[in-house]
């Protein structure tokens, strides 16, 4: 937060609208955008809680396509493997503005859930808004807490301990 009018961005989603409408004349018939950044946040800091935290946005846009909930699915369990590999994880319904069929992401960190990231449907609107000149668009949209990522595949149990300035850490 700067002042009363202004705002920081809270999730790197921010940088998709632009994204996609500089790709719109090109577009590919299937593409993944990834926009990572340090995003701003009045979280009370605790050990899982941090001011900046690092994301990561992925979102796949098919042309004359219907990628759905098995299609998601998929994405959340590929990316999963990859940066979580071994680790149990889980969703759990959890509503966004962006998306249609929000879901949750949490991994298993020691003996308790942590939410490790965001995902669902690309909402239609946000698609159709910025891909004007294409029509039968769809899409999955993803949001990734790359500081807790790497708290579950590192063990870190405070998120404090990755902004130290000791060099022993």
Known sequence: YVSDVSLLRTQTSSMIPRLLQKIASDLPEDVVLACPGLV??????????????????LWR???????????????????????????????????????KHGVEINALWGDEWLEVG?????????????????????GLAMGLGLDRILM??????????????DQRI
Do not use: F
């Open 40 to 57: 701003y946040r009045r979280d009370c800091v605790d050990r899982i809680h941090c001011a900046e935290p690092h994301h990561l946005d």
């Open 61 to 99: 846009v098919k042309k004359q396509s219907s990628l759905g909930d098995q299609d998601l699915m998929g994405m959340i369990d590929t990316i999963m493997k990859a940066v979580l590999p071994g680790v149990e994880w889980k969703v759990s319904v959890s509503p966004h503005p962006y998306t």
């Open 118 to 138: 965001e995902c669902g449907l690309a909402h239609p609107d946000i698609l159709a808004e910025n891909l004007s000149q294409h029509s039968g668009m769809s």
């Open 152 to 165: 579950v595949r590192k063990s870190i149990n405070d998120i404090r301990l990755l902004r130290s300035t």
